[in-house]
């Protein structure tokens, strides 16, 4: 029975290998080709070495979600090799190199082999160490575009873009995809019964992963410094928003870049950061996952308490304590919920697709800024590290920054006497001032103290009570701030 756009693909790697790559052109080629297609990244917490796999699930239907069994696995990992074969379902194929010969105990009667001798070839045709490695994997996508009847074109164009202004590496590539291709065509019957034909499902889609559209968010959030520590899996929301702005925050006349990325020692110096350039006026953010949420409490008391803008990007996994780094959980709910010590509660942004991964990231820091406290967007690892298919990002552009309450000069000449924590318009929100704004007047510090509505240090009990009941207030009024939550009633069963 042939299959037509609705299968599994999983490649079995070794972590480090240069396999990511060569995996990835696999998955955009089917997206090219106008078909449904879900990547998936199963790696493991090291750097070189253990096992790795990626999954693909075509579904002309669109269904996207993983699934239990295998047609078509892709093993060039002999640590996994065992457990691979076993994966495959009944009637599936299992590729593999055949440079040296399959164990025996790999061996089913009712799936199918098709032996590459991908590391011979690989040596026969390429010199160079390095090239041999990373060769053996282009090799293998260049034999599924004969098996799958991928168009080669496809290919060949997404070489050509991956490798714009490298264009020597456009040739080897090239090479090592058609000795896959000719390899299939001179030894094995093509393409198989589990197959693609181009379709128009996709539309104006793209493919991109969550944690770059939160990069990008930022970007176009007015978002200047970033401070982080790296931790798995958030690191790469950092990484985006230093590429994006090593693009778009640098001064065309003078060459100087206009942002600050720092990594700090540790988590919790992180947000003191973030905090720090938020409280000077910048739009600041972290990105951390749950054992850094766990460490930056501490500030997250401090950015509520003493009301200060900051947005949190927290990519869940797997807990609790180092729990599996690589895997995901959305187990980060209720800390983040009401994080810190005493009575603390946090405006919470929930991203299910990387258009509002973008989108919420933006709103994240206007937000912030309005409600004068720290906002956390949560997502997860497989939101954020694995490309999804999305609706294009869309921005208005005659948006502007919403920076909230914030007492200019004049203003504060105008005022007797500034009250930090003073509930000028009755809804929780005070005014700010940033550092310097006036010679005498403002706010030159911040407490993370009990305090009076002027700021001035305060064990009094009516004053604490007030400010609480203040910050009660400040709550229900982030209540109608907040984005609305969506329910997709076709998703419920």
């Known amino acids: 029975m042939t299959k037509i756009n609705d299968f599994v693909v999983r490649f079995a790697n070794v972590n480090g290998t240069g396999s990511a790559s060569a995996n990835y052109l696999f998955a955009k080629a089917i997206f090219r080709m106008g078909i449904f297609v879900s990547p998936k990244n199963i790696f493991p917490s090291n750097i070189q070495g253990l096992p790795t796999w990626y999954e693909v699930r075509v579904s002309e239907k669109g269904w996207l979600g993983r699934r239990d069994g295998i047609d078509l696995m892709v093993c060039v990992n002999p640590q996994s090799m065992q457990n691979d074969v076993a994966a495959v379902m009944p009637g599936g194929y299992f590729l593999y190199d055949s440079t040296k010969k399959l164990p025996e105990a790999y061996i089913r009667e009712d799936i199918n ?83 693609l034909e181009r379709r128009d499902l996709v539309g104006d889609s793209i493919l991109i992963d969550g944690n770059s559209a939160c990069g990008l968010g930022a970007i176009y959030a007015g978002a200047t410094v970033a401070a982080w520590y790296p931790i798995t899996p958030s690191t790469s929301v950092v990484e985006a928003f230093a590429e994006y702005a090593a693009k778009y925050r640098v001064d065309k006349l003078t060459g100087k870049n206009n942002f600050a990325i720092v990594q700090a020692e540790d988590e919790l110096a992180a947000l003191g950061m973030v905090i720090g350039a938020n409280w000077n006026g910048a739009r600041s953010f972290t990105a951390t996952s749950g054992p850094g949420l766990s460490l930056m409490n501490e500030f997250i008391g401090l950015a509520y308490f003493a009301e200060i803008p900051a947005v949190l990007i927290d990519v869940q996994r797997t807990g609790p304590s180092t729990g599996m780094p690589t895997r995901t959980q959305q187990s980060d709910v209720l800390l983040a919920a009401y994080a810190s010590h005493g009575d603390t509660k946090h405006v919470l942004l929930f991203p299910s697709t990387p258009k509002e991964c973008f989108e919420l990231t933006a709103d994240a820091f206007d937000l912030a800024e309005g409600l004068h406290t720290i906002v956390i967007m949560l997502t997860d690892l497989d939101l954020g590290m694995n490309d999804h298919m999305s609706e294009p990002f869309e921005w208005d552009e005659a948006r502007s920054l919403k920076r909230g309450k914030v007492y200019d000069a004049k203003q504060l000449d105008n005022i007797e006497n500034f009250g930090r924590y003073l509930d000028v318009d009755n809804d929780g929100i005070t005014y700010r001032t940033y550092p310097g704004t006036h010679k005498s007047k403002g706010s030159f510090f911040t407490r993370g103290t009990s305090r009076d509505e002027y700021a001035t240090y305060s064990e009094d009990s009516a004053s604490y009570v007030r400010n609480m009941k203040r910050l009660l207030k400040k709550w229900n009024t982030a209540k109608k701030m907040v984005p609305a939550p969506q329910l997709d009633r076709k998703s419920v069963v």
């Open 113 to 195: 082999y098709i032996g590459i001798p991908l590391m011979a070839m690989c040596i026969r045709e390429f010199t160079e160490p390095r090239q041999r490695q990373l060769f053996k994997n282009i090799i293998y996508v260049g034999a599924l575009s004969a098996l799958l009847d991928i168009e080669f074109n496809v290919l060949e164009d997404l070489l050509a873009e991956q490798f714009a202004g490298k264009e020597k590496l456009i040739a080897p590539n090239i090479k090592a995809l058609k000795l896959g291709v000719d390899y299939v065509r001179e030894n094995f019957s093509y393409p198989l019964d589990i197959r």
